[in-house]
C-alpha cells in the first residue's frame, strides 16, 4: 500500500496515547507548539486505565525516603483535584492499626529501625505511623482536604466490617480519579488547542536526521500508512518505552525500564460508607479496599515483575487469592474467589534504578533528552498524580531542544466539563434533575461524574428518555454512544463500557454485543458517507 506524506512539519511527534503522552500533548499546544500524537491503540487501553485510580501523594513512599516525590505528589492533589471535579473527588481512607504491622524488609526505612530498634523485630510502631502522616499532612499544604484524625473502630461505621480486634485507626486525606477518563480529557484539550490526535496509529519506523525526524505510522483498521515530519520525538510508550527506544527510535542508550505488573479485584460492596480501607500485611506490603462504581468494592494492588510489554497484563490466580488472604485479615466477612466480580491488570514502565524487588523500584519519573541529531525525549516512570508536573519537566527540555521560549499555563486550568467548584457537585446534579426530570439521581449522577458541564451538551434538547435514542441498557443511550464517538475518540464497546465508564460492570455480554454491533454499523454508515 502506498505510503501517504504529510506536508507540514510539526514540533513535536508524541508516540503514546497514555496519561503521559496526552498530558504533554495538552501541555505543549497550549504553549504553541505544533503537535502529533500517535497510539497504537485507543487512549489509556494500557497502563493509564489501569491504575488504583488515586490521586494520592503515596504515603508508603515515605518509608523509601522519596520526599521529593511525595511532596509533589501532595501539592498536586489539590491543583488537580480544582481543574477536574467531575472526574476527581475527595476520599478520607481509613488506616487500622495493631502492633503487628511489619515494614517490606527492603524498605530503607525498615533496614534503619532495624539497626537501632532491633528489638522491633522490623514491626510498625504506632509512633512512626504518626509521624508519617504528620509529614504526609505537612509537606504538600493542605487548603480543601482535611488532615489526619484519630478514629475509633468500636462502635462506627468504618469499624463494623472490621474484625474484632481491630479497635483504633489513622485516618487522612486523598483523592479518587477516573483514570482513563483524565487521559481523554487531556486528549481532547490538546487536539482543542491545535494538537493533532491519531488513535489505532502504529509507529513503524522514526528515522533521524540532523534537524528532523520522519516517522511512518499505520493506521491498524484500514492499514493505509502515512509519513510525518518532526523537529522532536517524544516517547511516551509506557510499557512500550523501552522496545520504542531501541527498536523503533533506534538509540544506543543504557537506560532502561522496569516492568511491574500491579493486580486488582473487584468484589460486591462489602462496606456500609464511602470511606476506603488502607491495609498493611504481614509482609511489609499494602493494599486498598475502595468504594467502587456505587455497589462495588475495589481492592489492590499487587507488585509482580512483569517479562514481556507485548504479554497482556492479567489478574493471575495467584494474585486473586493473595488480594483475597490480604483484605480476609481485616474484614469480618470472609471472602473467596467466588465473590470477584471483575479483575484487571496494568503494567507500569519504572525507571530501571536497580532495587532489589518490584515494590521497592522508584515510582519518580526519568526523562533523558538525546540530542545526537534531531532531539528526542525518552519517558521513564512516573505515577498519574504527578502527570502535569512531568509535562511541565519535559515541556521544560522540549523547550531548551527546540531554542522556543515557553511558559508553563495548566495549573488550575479546567479539562472539558471541569469548569465549576469542588463541592458544587450535589447542586449540578440536582440542576440536572431539575431541567431533564426524566433522569433519575443515579443516571444524573454518573453523567456529571463522567462529563461535568458538558452532561447538558450531551442530553441536549431531550424532554424523555426516548428522545435519548436506543436505550444499550444501564442509562448508556444512544445519544451519549454517539457524543463519545465524535467527541471522545472511541471506536468499539470495549472503548465504551471500559474505559469511557465502567458500565461494562453492569452490562451482560450480549448486551455489550449489541452495542458493538451498532457502533461498527455507525463507523461503516461515516465511511460510505466520505
Known sequence: MRTEDQTDIVDIFVIGGGINGCGIARDAAGRGLSVTLAEMSDLASATSSASTKLFHGGLRYLEFFEFRLVREALIEREVLLQAMPHISWPMRFVLPYHRDMRFESATPTSRLLSTVMPWMKGRRPAWLIRLGLFLYDTLGGRKILPGTATLSLKGTPEGVPLQDHFETAYEYSDCWIEDSRLVVLNARD?????????TRAKVLSADRSADHWTIEVEDVVTGQRTRHRSRMVVNAGGPWVGELLQGTIRLNSREGVRLVRGSHIVTRRLTDHDKCYFFQGKDG?????????????????????????????????????????????????????????????????LYDDGASSA?????????????????????????ITTYRRLAESALEKISAALGRDTAPWTAGVALPGGDFDVWDVERLIADLIAGYPFLDDRWARRLIRA??????????????????????????????????MAQEYARTAED?????????????????????????????????AE
Open 359 to 383: 515494590t521497592a523500584a522508584t515510582r519518580d519519573y526519568t526523562l533523558k533528552v538525546d540530542t545526537a541529531g534531531a532531539p528526542v525525549l525518552n519517558v521513564f516512570g512516573g505515577k
Open 190 to 198: 490538546a487536539e482543542a488547542r491545535g494538537a493533532q490526535i491519531l
Open 451 to 484: 462529563y461535568g458541564t458538558e452532561a447538558r451538551k450531551i442530553l441536549g434538547d431531550a424532554a424523555t428518555a426516548a428522545n435519548m435514542g436506543r436505550d444499550f441498557g444501564a442509562t448508556l443511550t444512544e445519544a451519549e454512544v454517539r457524543w463519545l
Open 285 to 349: 506490603r499494602i493494599i486498598f479496599a475502595i468504594p467502587y462504581e456505587t455497589d462495588f468494592t475495589l481492592i489492590g494492588t499487587t507488585d509482580q515483575d512483569h517479562a514481556d510489554p507485548d504479554q497482556r497484563p492479567v489478574c493471575t490466580p495467584e494474585e486473586q487469592q493473595y488480594l483475597i488472604d490480604f483484605a480476609n485479615g481485616y474484614f469480618r466477612q470472609q471472602m473467596t474467589r467466588d465473590d470477584i466480580v471483575w479483575t484487571y491488570s496494568g503494567v507500569r514502565p
Open 496 to 528: 465504551v463500557v471500559w474505559r469511557r465508564n465502567k458500565l461494562g460492570l453492569r452490562l451482560s455480554n450480549e448486551e455489550v454485543q449489541a452495542l458493538d454491533s451498532w457502533m461498527e454499523d455507525q463507523r461503516a454508515a461515516v465511511a460510505a
